[in-house]
């Protein structure tokens, strides 16, 4: 198992995770969840006893952000398809299925995205593991049709369940 908090594809024990210093473990959370506040946080509450202490730690924690740092983690992620670090690297390989499209759907993805982009100031967000192309596309058109408030709900819902996702990745115990 490498050692550092960078690697690409991380997996962790909850024990190296509690012994780890503060900075290196705000680190392994931030590649979760960008929200430095949110990492700060988790890293104050170690030791924990458990991966589904930590995940649940980690929910609430989620939950209780204000809209500022929200908006910095969902600013992390990059367009479906996009290039970037370890959240690009985790975005490619939860978007597996859906980059497997033709290139009808996904131009029809590219233009969804702008639009959306157009719409709502930010890219489009949504846990896209397991997901076609198709399911995205269709996705991504109905929430177009959102009010404001409706949809800043619903991508908060998305990168929550891309939060939880990540954290299971991001520890061996927490993997079934």
């Not at 997996?11 to 949110?38: E, H, I, K, Q």
């Not at 924690?61 to 500022?68: P, Y």
């Not at 975005?91 to 639009?115: I, Y």
């Not at 408030?149 to 929550?160: I, K, P």
Request: glycine residues 8%; proline residues 4%.
């Amino acid at each position: 198992m490498p050692t550092g908090p960078e690697r690409e594809a991380p997996m962790w024990t909850l024990g190296a995770f509690n012994a780890m210093d503060a900075a290196d473990a705000a680190r392994v959370l931030t590649a979760c969840c960008a929200s430095r506040a949110w990492a700060e946080k988790l890293v104050s509450g170690r030791p924990y006893a458990s991966t589904a202490a930590l995940k649940a730690a980690a929910l609430a924690g989620f939950d209780a952000l204000e809209a500022s740092e929200l908006a910095v983690a969902h600013a992390a992620h990059p367009k479906i398809g996009g290039p970037g670090g370890t959240e690009a690297t985790w975005s490619r390989d939860e978007q597996s299925r859906a980059m497997t499209a033709g290139e009808k759907v996904q131009a029809a993805l590219a233009e969804a995205n702008a639009a959306y982009e157009r719409r709502f100031g930010k890219v489009f967000l949504i846990c896209a593991t397991g997901l076609t192309g198709e399911q995205i596309l269709a996705e991504a058109q109905r929430r177009l049709g959102n009010d404001d408030a409706t949809e800043y709900a619903e991508s908060v819902a998305e990168l929550r369940k891309i939060v939880a996702l990540r954290l299971d990745k991001s520890f061996e115990e927490a993997r079934p």
